[in-house]
């Protein structure tokens, strides 16, 4: 099922929809400044292997997770005063910041080192689902890892529809992945480059 929503200005009931499927357990694929994401409550046990099925991904490669905003953050993540300031400076934006976990986080979504990667993304219907929903949602580029992500919501479901319960529609996103940063131990480590800019970085 597709269901269209406006990127600008998202409208409640259907936001509302949405939830309802993830707290059903659903599954779904919604828009991010970057991408779309594959994505599930993050405490939905059997919706996170089902992702992992959809991306036929080694389990031992931990999903990300899109929280609703930097004092969610902290519910989930050790974050220290240097890296608030990062998060501040650079989110709601199209990065993945690798923190500390907290205990709270899922076993499934923590790197044996546990640690976890936040992202607050700058897009209204990401960010309007994970407020309602009240819980973090795992976020993993719409795509079977290892092929290019897909950014027509319409591709996208005849691609992997059959494996999704719901594709949210908030028009065309081709961009490149979030860029990940590592923050452990307050130092700034590039593990992965994709949108996003990275000057800020030489003014530490």
Request: glycine share 8%.
């Amino acid at each position: 099922m597709i269901l269209a929503i406006n990127p600008e200005n998202p409208q409640k009931r259907l936001i509302t929809r949405v939830v309802e499927c993830l707290r059903e357990g659903g599954v779904i694929v919604y828009p991010t400044d970057t991408t779309y994401g594959i994505g599930c409550d993050i405490f939905n046990k059997k919706g996170v292997k089902q992702i992992y099925q959809i991306k036929q991904r080694d389990p031992r490669k931990p999903f990300s997770f899109i929280c609703a905003d930097l004092s969610d953050v902290a519910n989930y993540a050790q974050v220290s005063n240097f890296a608030f300031r990062t998060l501040k400076r650079n989110l709601p934006g199209p990065y993945t910041f690798v923190l500390d976990a907290t205990r709270i986080v899922p076993d499934t979504l923590t790197t044996k080192q546990k640690t976890v990667g936040i992202r607050i993304p700058d897009d209204n219907i990401a960010l309007a689902i994970v407020r309602e929903l009240g819980h973090p949602l795992v976020t993993t580029s719409a795509n079977i890892s290892g092929e290019e992500p897909l950014g027509d919501p319409s591709l996208i479901h005849d691609s992997l529809g059959r494996q999704l319960d719901l594709v949210v529609d908030g028009g065309i996103r081709m961009g490149n992945p979030s860029t990940v940063i590592s923050l452990i131990g307050d130092q700034v480590e590039v593990l992965r480059e994709g949108s996003g800019d990275l000057s800020w970085i030489h003014q530490l």
